[in-house]
């Protein structure tokens, strides 16, 4: 069965240090890959997607996303958090097979402390 | 900025009540869908569209039911709430000749009492 993990409920992360919140996937063929971001009481923004070419890919507010395809993930990533960036993060897997439905992850808590 | 819609943002009601959650977005996209989130907790698909008159339930089960009679417009209808439908239900949209990217709406917040 196709699915998407995030293997984390929670990460924590002291403000200015690096974070990483974790994904990684089971689809078939070669899937697109999405992050998206949930602000207190908002909806879900799109961060940044990976579709093909370079490995690193940039999106919004200084984050960006690793790929590698021979290990299924899609790590989000950001250099220097800020307490701004706390919030929920989903990874999203849109298959290229099965009728094309994305599949979201069960989300991770971001927590960065001042 | 995506440019969709839902309406209202909050709603209580009593049990036993008709209710439709309404979704518009002016981007053209074909595939629309709607997601119920208990706050702070994960996605769970209710109904998709790939276009108009093609509607799908999915993967959690819902007593909701949805119509795409328009492209920009996918209600949800909920023919007699009941206290367990309270949740948020978050309306998107994706362009299926891209990469569909799906732009989400603010949601609505329902509670039914």
């Known amino acids: 069965a196709q699915s998407v993990a995030q293997p984390e409920d929670q990460v924590n992360v002291a403000e200015g240090n690096p974070l990483t919140v974790k994904c990684t996937y089971s689809?078939?063929?070669?899937?697109?890959l999405f992050w998206y971001v949930q602000y207190p009481n908002r909806g879900l923004q799109f961060l940044l997607k990976?579709?093909?070419?370079?490995?690193l890919v940039k999106g919004s507010y200084g984050f960006e996303a690793e790929f590698n395809k021979s290990q299924t993930s899609f790590h989000l990533k950001k250099p220097s958090a800020l307490v701004s960036d706390s919030a929920l993060y989903f990874c999203?897997?849109?298959?290229?097979?099965?009728?094309?439905?994305?599949?979201f992850g069960a989300g991770t808590r971001l927590f960065v402390k001042a | 900025e995506a440019d969709i819609y839902q309406t209202p943002r909050y709603l209580v009601i009593g049990t036993g009540k008709k209710i439709t959650l309404e979704c518009s977005q002016t981007?053209?996209?074909?595939?629309m869908y709607w997601y119920q989130q208990d706050p702070g907790m994960e996605l769970h698909l209710i109904h998709y569209?790939?276009?108009?008159?093609?509607?799908e339930k999915g993967d959690l089960s819902s007593e909701s039911t949805v119509s795409r009679i328009r492209t920009e417009h996918f209600p949800l209808t909920l023919e007699s709430a009941r206290p367990s439908h309270t949740s948020q239900y978050l309306c998107?949209?994706?362009?299926?000749?891209?990469?569909?990217?799906?732009?989400f709406g603010p949601g609505t917040r329902l509670t039914v009492l």
């Open positions: 998107a949209s994706s362009d299926s000749s891209t990469t569909d990217t799906q732009y």
């Open positions: 689809v078939s063929g070669n899937p697109y």
């Open positions: 990976y579709i093909t070419g370079d490995n």
């Open positions: 999203a897997v849109r298959p290229y097979t099965g009728g094309f439905k994305t599949i």
């Open positions: 981007m053209g996209h074909d595939k």
């Open positions: 569209s790939y276009g108009v008159n093609s509607t």
